[in-house]
């Protein structure tokens, strides 16, 4: 956080104009002499912006670099090496893990310019850079009857470098997988300015890279899988008078053979937050609302199982209603989509998280989890890919009136619970900072060791994201949100 | 997003801005609305970036000059405001934050002497009439201006019709049905008289008595938008005395800059003694489309005469109906009324056309871009006819439209209505 100086009051003198485009630091002085000053921020006004992500604001960095290809990317890392500084990659900032969010003051690359897309229809490919839009790989397939499957909530803003860094899910992933999944070969820059093209034998390097944040090297461009879009898809609603029964619901389903291709789950609070957003008449009143897509190009095989999810729904209690148009099942998926900004309609801030349990925990889980915030005090929802036990468990609170240590700890506690569930910490929004603390308990020390071994290799002076991911090998670190 | 904005300092007005700080999650999705996004790609021209630059200066970490060229290269169009899940107010944010910065900004001589002249000469027709005639005659020279002179005579129609003042009182054709008071706006009167000329026999054809309460004037908008609180809050007041909404079923505009301007005046004067006059007054403030829509859904409206052939009718979505308040239906619901009408939706239909109030005087050249791609996504769907509810809209869509070689016309959508009354669609 920057210094605060007094407030202005009206009338006050206005300050004095910066000298807007002069760089305010070596770094950015360097970075624009080698760069120009088109691809590199270097005001104050400009830096700030570049400091959070969607969930955490984190240390202003010195200068900002807007590369337009690779070779900007090497340039600008070889500088900050040169510099001694951090480098921090960024997409569009619309994490959810403080990934994006430097820990350090230091060199902020932001990819939104590296936007170049192209389709190759005959492999089922697509090369991205990293700036890409997620969204714009399925706008652009779709004339060839190809979509890029991974469908993150942000998918409007995100970027495949982000999600790839952050190896992001979405609805899709329970039957499609995730980002990760999709990738067949990633370019990326290392901690030293060297440019590598890497493909998925083995060694499988690309998969180190899927997921690290930013903390192995940048992800400058990748190839990406499409697939056919299955030819018909139905939209379900289920609404349920208590949490546990909606998890029983999805797993009975699931065991019971159906695979739908998007099986959501939110609780009341969350239903009220998107129904406050969109309007949509969804049901305020239920405890759990359950949003399911069967898909395939069986007609037959969709229809069955969206009648083997209706039964699962009704024998746990549950209300049924079939979406009547493609416009209805969109609206529902919209407001999907909105769950988690909209929360910032009942607490201006929270603690998120992204635990993955075992499918045959997740009713205990829930429950337990709902325990565990009517007991706190605090407003605990939850939300997420319900079909994958992917929950996203969110403490909202107001840091004016509500203590930070406190939620830290409901946090943790909730973490706990899908642990000892036999659960892991990320599905898919990453480690970022929001969840450092917790990896000692995740991961056991000689794993640790192992991911300590790695990043020394590919990182050995710790430029790359520092702060993210792994905790201190010291074991001195405690984040807080 | 976490704030220390010393609201006790700023007062009302800052309570406005500090609620609307609160409401941000910097989740990003406001980032793919945002015109200025999509055209400059810098986190610092987005919605989320300027939300934390406005931050910053109200908390004195960022001097106010290092954030205003961002900040004034907002459009004010709102469509963050329809993308935000969290409910962000950006509208109400960026209105408070400019009427409290305007006063401490460093401006030359000839950019206070500008906005001084666009604020006078804006909310006054008759003024207004007379320097479109005389930009009309120096049109030819406009390639030879500098840009600030240029960007006016640009959007200039090629023929600047004659006034057509509104009669006090328009009764109602047939037996009345209600009564409502009319905002006659300000530039539209001189550019496009027949917009009220078209609303007010289209209203008295349905049993409506239009009443245009004297002593009406500038919505304020204007004012507001560019940061002239002071201006802004007696125009305002000048309003609220004109009007009684006690008098009238609704009060209507058809301009969709100046009903959203209406609509605002409680959070104009929040915190201040006429706060509750404004809020009796806002509530009855409706779009000529949202009331009118308002019969048709009740069954009350007279039917449309056919039109003699098939006819497309793409539909622009003003951001100050659209965004602003919340008007999308109604519109596309009446132009569908029209036997014969099929009405086309507009690829980005969501972006800005750039005009927004005095955007297209302030920054020329990305109004220019919005102007340029949103007239080639308009007349990508090639149709008949171009419908919008708001003058400023209007008149950069005519412009552009016609710099890509196109003679569709454009009409307000309460124009298309009275054609087809009339029979002659």
Known sequence: ?481 | MNNDIPVQHIGPQGEVMAHAVDACVHCGFCLPACPTYALLGDEMDSPRGRIVLMKEVLEGALPLADAAPHLDRCLGCQACVTACPSGVPYGELITSFRGWSEPQRERSPLDRAKRAAILKILPAPKVFSLAARVGQYTKPLAPVLPTALRAPLDLLPEHVPAMQPSPRVTPARGQRRGRVAFLAGCAQQALAPNFNAATLRVLARNGIEVVLPEGQGCCGAAALHTGAREEALRLVRQNLAAFDPGDYDAILSNAAGCGAGLKEYPVVLHGLPDEAQARAFAVKVQDISEFLAGLLREGDLEPFLPTSRPLTVAYHDACHLAHAQGVRAAPRELLRAIPGVTVLEVPEGDLCCGSAGTYNLEQPELANQLGVRKARNILSTMPDLIASGNIGCHTQIQSHVRRQGSRVPVLHTVEVLDLAYRGEL
Not at chain 1, 49 to 54: G, I
Not at chain 1, 344 to 371: C, F, H, K, T, Y
Request: proline fraction near 7%.
């Open chain 1, 1 to 481: 956080m920057t210094p605060r100086k007094t407030a202005l009051s009206p009338g006050s003198p206005a300050p004095k104009p910066r000298s807007n485009g002069k760089p305010d630091n070596a770094l950015a002085a360097e970075l624009t002499r080698l760069l120009g000053p088109q691809k590199v921020l270097s005001n104050l006004s400009e830096r700030l912006n570049y400091r959070y992500d969607a969930i955490q604001f984190g240390a202003t960095p010195l200068a900002v670099v807007l590369p337009e290809s690779t070779a900007d990317v090497v340039t600008a890392v070889r500088a900050a090496r040169a510099a001694g500084v951090p480098i921090v990659g960024r997409g569009a900032a619309s994490g959810l893990s403080g990934g994006a969010a430097p820990a350090l003051p230091g060199l902020v690359i932001s990819f939104t310019r590296m936007t170049r897309l192209a389709i190759f229809p005959e492999r089922r490919e697509a090369r991205a850079q990293a700036g890409v839009v997620t969204l714009a790989v399925t706008e652009k397939a779709r004339p060839f009857g190809l979509i890029y499957p991974p469908d993150p909530a942000s998918f409007r803003t995100s970027t495949i470098g982000g999600n790839l860094g952050e190896n992001a899910g979405g609805p899709l992933c329970f039957k499609y997988g995730v980002s990760g999944d999709y990738v067949k070969a990633l370019e990326f820059v290392d901690a030293d300015g060297e440019v590598h093209e890497l493909t998925r034998d083995a060694y499988d390097l690309a998969g180190l890279l899927i997921g690290s944040e930013g903390t192995l090297g940048l992800i400058t461009e990748a190839t990406l899988r499409l697939t056919p879009p299955p030819q018909y898809t139905r939209t379900l609603m289920a609404s349920f008078p208590e949490v546990g029964a909606c998890a029983e619901a999805v797993s009975a389903a699931i065991a019971a053979g159906a695979v739908p291709g998007k099986l959501e789950f939110m609780d009341r609070a969350c239903t009220n937050a998107v129904e406050d957003y969109l309007h949509l008449g969804l049901p305020r009143e239920a405890e759990a609302v359950l949003l399911v897509d069967t898909d395939g190009d069986d007609l037959e095989t969709v229809e069955e199982e969206r009648a083997l999810v209706e039964a699962a729904c009704l024998a746990a209690g549950g209300t049924v209603r079939r979406a009547a148009s493609d416009a209805e099942s969109a609206a529902l998926w919209q407001a999907r989509r909105s769950v988690s900004p909209a929360l910032g309609r009942i607490r201006p801030q929270r603690m998120n998280e992204d635990i993955v349990v075992p499918r045959s925990a997740l009713p205990d889980v829930v429950r337990e989890i709902r325990a565990l915030g009517d007991a706190s005090g605090f407003h605990v929802v939850q939300f997420g890919h319900i079909g994958d036990g992917n929950l996203h468990p969110n403490i909202l609170f107001d840091p004016r009136r509500e203590s930070a240590e406190a939620v830290h700890d409901l946090a943790h506690r909730i973490a706990l619970v899908a642990i000892r569930y036999g659960g892991v910490l990320s599905g898919e929004h990453g480690i970022g900072t929001m969840k450092r603390p917790f990896m000692r308990e995740a991961v056991d020390p000689v794993t640790l060791a192992a991911l300590w071994d790695v990043k020394r290799a590919l990182d050995p002076a710790g430029a790359l994201n520092p702060g993210k991911v792994l905790p201190d090998e010291t074991g001195s670190d405690h984040a807080r949100p």
